[in-house]
């Protein structure tokens, strides 16, 4: 059974930065593509952003696009989610997930997390 363990969350002020970590284990496959989703108080769940681990392909969701980076440490099976410029709006909890298809949206995920709380705030 895949296991996925995020970690990083907390509070920080507008502007501010964090990091996201997410360790995967128990992965049976090589390809698979893996990422973020978050959900806010009273809204759906959203894509944030997916790395594929075959060629590294990055998928981000609009709001996020040039403030946030993921990256994956492919010896230590662990994604990053470098989150700059942190808005009030980015707060919510924020899921790892993982999928062994193509696609990147909610319905298609295989794995999740527990998720890790994100706050913005001054």
């Known amino acids: 059974q895949v296991q996925l363990v995020e970690s990083g969350g907390g509070l920080v002020q507008p502007g501010g930065s964090l990091r996201l970590s997410c360790a995967a284990s128990?992965?049976?496959?090589?390809?698979?593509?893996i990422g973020w989703f978050r959900q806010a108080p009273g809204k759906e769940r959203e894509g944030v952003a997916s790395?594929?681990?075959?060629?590294?392909?990055?998928i981000y969701g609009e709001s996020v696009k040039g403030r946030f980076t993921i990256s994956r440490d492919a010896a230590k099976n662990t994604v990053h989610l470098q989150m700059n410029s942190l808005k009030p709006e980015d707060t919510a909890i924020y899921y790892c997930?993982?999928?062994?298809?193509?696609?990147?949206?909610?319905?298609?995920?295989?794995?999740w997390g527990k998720g890790t709380p994100v706050t913005v705030s001054s």
């Open positions: 997930a993982l999928t062994y298809g193509n696609s990147w949206f909610e319905g298609s995920m295989d794995y």
């Open positions: 128990q992965v049976t496959l090589d390809y698979y593509r």
């Open positions: 790395i594929s681990t075959n060629i590294g392909r990055t």
